[in-house]
């Protein structure tokens, strides 16, 4: 019994030596992040890594390409439109199964949307802004009636909000916030890899999935570990103890893992933006004019040079550089760390140095980084430059800053965008478009200005397009419903013997192309 027991143990070892990416023993990856994840549901989830988690264990009726603006097929096959651009119908494919084997069709897409709208979470925009209602038209058919017409609506159904659920795991009416409260414990999607196992701010463990209806994810299992801070973070890459490395570095870190020739680097130029929020509808900041005077104040070249080492660029709109329609009005029109600007228009509203503006600045200290403090601090030397700004600076962690939005307790604070879809509106309307400034906190409202969304929204023609657009940039410099302050750059590192590490221009970051080079 002994040898028949030592025997099988060297056949296991063989075995694992041979075929180390057999079920045996799965080929593996560890992936490193600082980045925190708050609830596990499509339906309420809104921050950036969590959604990219997402992007890999569900998936939506139409894709991107990997690396790539394009929209391909995903779960539906095709989709017509109506003449009047107000009705979508999906083509779904036929025999997909989720993850528990249970079959996909145009019921669980229909449940799934009327889940998003009857829960009203923090998304939720992205859909009850358009939609009306989803249809059933048959078992693989599944209908879209919009309020309007959407030029850009196949992009939003690529979107994880739209993403189907399984009706029969995910409860209809309750956000949930772990798997655990889920119907058999765990998250079922339709995406290249399932849950295998959760732990909350220390490692989530995800197996290829055997029915994803795409191509086979190169790696078996991504180990995704969370670092308390950048430094850890980077020593363990150093290590090799972690095999790719995403959000967020130290500057100090990306300019070192920059020169390193044993270290691979992913740099990505892309949508990301950076600003300030104010609470629009209540004082003293339901006054524009001390809106502009905050935005005025900020020197943006400052800011980056001093914080990013200049990794980042200054920015003047909400729009981002490289879009469509970006202009630079917010230098134009109230300037650049215009100080003198700032102090005349506080001066207007019955400021001065002995009577400054008292306010408290909201940021929050590890969802964007280990900089995030240098930001809030730099911001407040430049207010208090003006000798009228009085600035007492608060934090609080991510679940919390987000109830305080919702609950109106911060008057100013920073926040960070990651486009949902790749279009000014994401940048715009999501911000000063009414129902989806309350969901952010801001709550802007303006009925001239929702007109001039639903015109940006409607209208195919390009050249009216980006004039709409210029025109509400320079509406933004007068309202002033957020103050842009800096575009940033995006860097992911890995070992040298990891490929298919891509950084695409939608800034998702998908795990099935990434593996280990032998």
Known sequence: MKIGKLLLLFSVLVA???????????????????????????????????????????????????????LIPGLAESYDVSADGKEYT????????????????????????????????????????????????DKHSVKFVLKNPVAYFPSLAAQVPYYPLNPNIYPKDKIIRDPSELKGGKLVGLGPYTVASFKRDEEIVMDANPNYYGDKPKTDRIVIRYFADATTMRLAL??????????????????????????????????????????????????????????????????????????????????????????????????DGNIDKARSLLASRGYSESNPLSFDFWYTPSHYGDTEVDVAAVLKAQFEATGMMKVNVKTAEWAAYRD??????????????????IDPDNYTSAFAGTLASKGLGIHFSNPVWDQKFVEGQTVTDMKKRTALYEEIQRMWTDEVPTAPIFQGTLYLFGQKNVSGLVLSPTLRLMYGPIHRVK
């Open 238 to 335: 150093e290590k090799g103890e972690i095999d790719f490395a995403f959000k967020s570095f130290n500057p100090s870190d990306i300019d070192d893992l920059e020169k390193s020739d044993k270290i691979l680097t992913v740099k990505a130029a892309g949508p990301y933006i950076r600003y300030i929020c104010f609470l629009t509808d209540t004082p003293p900041w339901n006054d524009k004019v001390l809106r502009q005077a905050v935005a005025a104040a900020v020197n943006r070249p400052e800011l980056v040079e001093k914080v990013f080492l200049g990794q980042n660029m200054p920015l003047y709109s909400m729009v981002p550089m490289g879009m469509w329609s970006h202009t630079d009005e917010f230098k134009t029109v109230l300037g």
């Open 16 to 70: 694992l030596a041979i075929f180390p990416g057999s079920a045996m023993a799965k080929e593996t990856l560890v992936y490193g992040t600082t980045e925190k994840i708050i609830d596990m549901d499509p339906a309420n989830a809104y921050d950036f890594h969590t959604w990219e988690i997402f992007y890999n264990i569900y998936a939506g009726l139409l894709d991107y390409a990997i690396g790539k603006t394009d």
């Open 404 to 421: 305080n939005w919702a609950n109106k307790v911060m008057g100013v604070w920073l926040l960070g965008w990651y486009p949902d879809y």
């Open 90 to 137: 999906f083509k779904l494919r036929k025999g997909l199964k989720f993850s528990d084997g249970t079959p996909f069709d145009a019921q669980a897409v229909k449940w799934s949307i009327d889940r998003v709208i009857a829960l009203e979470g923090d998304p939720s925009w992205l859909v009850t802004q358009f939609v009306d209602h989803v249809e059933v038209v």
